[in-house]
């Protein structure tokens, strides 16, 4: 079965660029998904959607985070990546990735990894 499994450093300062990598087992990461998805939980909140890269490649994401986030895949490596520039302290979260099968159905979820935003 498909697993995902979240990387990345857990304190960034602020200002810099958070960088998240997961990595898929289980499967290739060119077939049998809709997207992959970024989502995030800040502390004490609710979840946010912050972007996926859909089958053919195209990326989408939420208009709030839009002009500091990248997400990319490499096939090779089996691995989808996020990168959230100019981070403040309320970019504190935890961050999942996510397979969708469709819009609104995330089929698979990493465990989550907590990154704060920290002087």
């Known amino acids: 079965q498909v697993q995902l499994q979240e990387s990345g450093p857990g304190l960034v300062k602020p200002s810099q660029t958070l960088s998240l990598t997961c990595t898929v087992s289980?499967?290739?990461?060119?077939?049998?998904?809709?997207?992959w998805s970024w989502i995030r939980q800040p502390p004490g909140k609710g979840l946010e959607w912050i972007g996926h890269?859909?089958?053919?490649?195209?990326?989408f994401y939420s208009p709030s985070l839009k002009s500091r986030t990248s997400i990319s895949r490499d096939a090779s490596k089996n691995q989808i990546t996020l990168q959230l520039s100019s981070t403040t302290p309320e970019d504190t979260a935890v961050y999942y990735c996510?397979?969708?099968?469709?819009?609104?159905?995330?089929?698979?979820w990493g465990q989550g990894t907590l990154v704060t935003v920290s002087s």
């Open positions: 890269v859909v089958s053919g490649g195209n990326t």
């Open positions: 289980g499967g290739s990461i060119l077939i049998d998904y809709y997207a």
């Open positions: 996510a397979r969708a099968l469709s819009s609104t159905y995330f089929a698979t």
